[in-house]
């Protein structure tokens, strides 16, 4: 068994270096999993930007992991060394009073694994450390590129549940990174129109193919929430996604519910930004405001059903694989304006010796 792997870490905002560091120690409770593809998300890019715990550098980060079991704890049960396994990466206390309500995801020292955790580095590295009971066994009918967007699915499963929403109810989402999933999620509860929100030609098409009823595109039509209003008789939606993570979208994102209707906020803004929302609108106009920021428990379990029965194929959202030394360099070119229109999901694999495109 090898005493080091390579790892990137970001060691300051916006420097990342490809470092070897000591394969993680596991204890009885804990399983080590070899990493074999770990997705970029934006979270990550906020990570490394310092627009999101800062404080927590420097850090091994990356969260949307797939691997093959390499070493069990003598406690782990029902697993078996070279196992093919998702991880769930919410890691709440269990015992504060958001815990014992079944809270878990407002867990007064709520963490995740390549988000907050230095003792477990996160997936953009060799190897990773888990708990083993967040450890999921991935089936056959599952290819490794679909077990590659369990994590992120199980974030727009989270969100669907707590919009609850309704069948034959329209729906407006904004953004087309995540935002396509949560249309997908949306059509299968039976949500009607789906009307997909972004900027981006590439996003919008994949929406339109894999969900979409409606597209509006941002840089041709300077008043969507007129525009969403038109495309619902005048009503409004009756739940709107917002994913994008800015003040200005979610004041969008509330002015375009319908009376009564319920947004879900799933965008991650900076800590400490503000927006205007009119007070009215809760009161008379009944609007509803709910949030969710992760997937934990068995949305696991059900991302996996879902993707086992077909229900969800995430593979034409997968634009290329990058070797695990290419980290920082993908990063910057999903953020870059010359090169993210093509770019819509990116996975990083420390076995691939060079990048493959989609």
Same mark, same amino acid.
């Given at each position: 068994?090898?005493?080091?792997?390579?790892?990137?870490? *970001?060691?300051? %905002?916006?420097?990342?270096?490809?470092?070897?560091?000591?394969?993680?120690?596991?204890?009885?409770?804990?399983?080590?999993?070899?990493?074999?593809?770990?997705?970029?998300?934006?979270?990550?890019?906020?990570?490394? =930007?310092?627009?999101?715990?800062?404080?927590? !550098? %420097?850090?091994?980060?990356?969260?949307?992991?797939?691997?093959?079991?390499?070493?069990?704890?003598?406690?782990?049960?029902?697993?078996?060394?070279? +196992?093919?396994?998702?991880?769930?990466?919410?890691?709440?206390?269990?015992?504060?009073?958001?815990?014992?309500?079944? @809270?878990?995801?407002?867990?007064?020292?709520?963490?995740?694994?390549?988000?907050?955790?230095? @003792? /477990?580095?996160?997936?953009?590295?060799?190897?990773?450390?888990? %708990?083993?009971?967040?450890?999921?066994?991935?089936?056959?009918?599952?290819? +490794?590129?679909?077990? $590659?967007?369990?994590?992120?699915? =199980?974030?727009?499963?989270?969100?669907?549940?707590? /919009? @609850? $929403?309704?069948?034959?109810?329209?729906?407006?989402?904004?953004?087309?990174? !995540?935002?396509?999933?949560?249309?997908?999620?949306?059509?299968?509860?039976?949500?009607? %129109?789906?009307?997909?929100?972004?900027?981006?030609?590439?996003?919008? $098409?994949?929406?339109?193919?894999?969900?979409? +009823?409606?597209?509006?595109?941002?840089?041709?039509?300077? @008043?969507?929430?007129?525009? &969403?209003?038109?495309?619902?008789?005048?009503?409004? $939606?009756?739940?709107? &996604?917002?994913?994008?993570?800015?003040?200005? =979208?979610?004041?969008?994102?509330?002015? /375009?519910?319908?009376?009564?209707?319920?947004?879900?906020?799933?965008?991650?803004?900076?800590?400490?930004? /503000?927006?205007?929302?009119? #007070?009215?609108?809760?009161? !008379?106009?009944?609007?509803? *405001?709910?949030?969710?920021?992760?997937?934990?428990?068995?949305?696991?379990?059900?991302?996996?059903?879902?993707?086992?029965?077909?229900?969800?194929?995430?593979?034409?959202?997968?634009?290329?694989?990058?070797?695990?030394?290419?980290?920082?360099?993908?990063?910057?070119?999903?953020?870059? #304006?010359?090169?993210?229109?093509?770019?819509?999901?990116? !996975? &990083?694999? #420390?076995?691939?010796?060079?990048?493959? &495109?989609?």
């Amino acid at each position: 068994m090898k005493q080091t792997m390579r790892a990137q870490v *970001v060691v300051a %905002p916006n420097k990342m270096e490809l470092r070897e560091i000591p394969v993680p120690q596991i204890t009885g409770d804990e399983v080590l999993v070899k990493i074999k593809y770990c997705g970029i998300c934006g979270s990550d890019y906020s990570i490394y =930007t310092g627009k999101y715990v800062p404080e927590r !550098l %420097p850090l091994v980060i990356g969260h949307e992991m797939f691997g093959v079991i390499e070493a069990l704890g003598a406690n782990a049960r029902g697993l078996s060394v070279g +196992d093919r396994v998702a991880i769930d990466i919410t890691l709440p206390c269990g015992t504060c009073y958001f815990c014992r309500k079944g @809270d878990g995801l407002l867990c007064e020292s709520f963490e995740q694994i390549g988000i907050h955790t230095k @003792d /477990m580095p996160g997936g953009f590295a060799e190897y990773v450390k888990a %708990p083993w009971g967040n450890i999921y066994k991935v089936p056959d009918e599952v290819d +490794d590129l679909k077990a $590659a967007f369990i994590e992120p699915l =199980t974030t727009t499963i989270q969100a669907s549940k707590k /919009m @609850d $929403a309704e069948i034959a109810g329209s729906i407006a989402i904004l953004g087309t990174g !995540l935002g396509v999933i949560h249309g997908v999620m949306a059509k299968l509860r039976g949500l009607c %129109p789906i009307i997909v929100i972004g900027r981006n030609e590439k996003r919008l $098409a994949l929406a339109k193919d894999m969900c979409a +009823d409606y597209l509006i595109n941002y840089e041709e039509t300077p @008043d969507v929430v007129s525009e &969403v209003f038109r495309l619902t008789n005048g009503v409004g $939606a009756d739940y709107v &996604v917002e994913a994008v993570g800015t003040p200005a =979208t979610y004041e969008q994102a509330f002015r /375009m519910l319908r009376r009564g209707g319920k947004l879900e906020s799933f965008g991650i803004c900076s800590e400490g930004d /503000m927006m205007q929302l009119d #007070p009215f609108q809760f009161v !008379l106009n009944e609007k509803k *405001v709910s949030g969710s920021c992760a997937g934990i428990g068995n949305d696991w379990g059900d991302a996996i059903k879902l993707l086992r029965y077909g229900r969800v194929d995430p593979t034409p959202m997968i634009s290329m694989v990058v070797p695990l030394e290419e980290t920082e360099q993908a990063i910057h070119e999903l953020h870059d #304006p010359a090169t993210a229109g093509s770019l819509v999901k990116v !996975l &990083v694999s #420390p076995e691939a010796t060079e990048r493959t &495109v989609f």
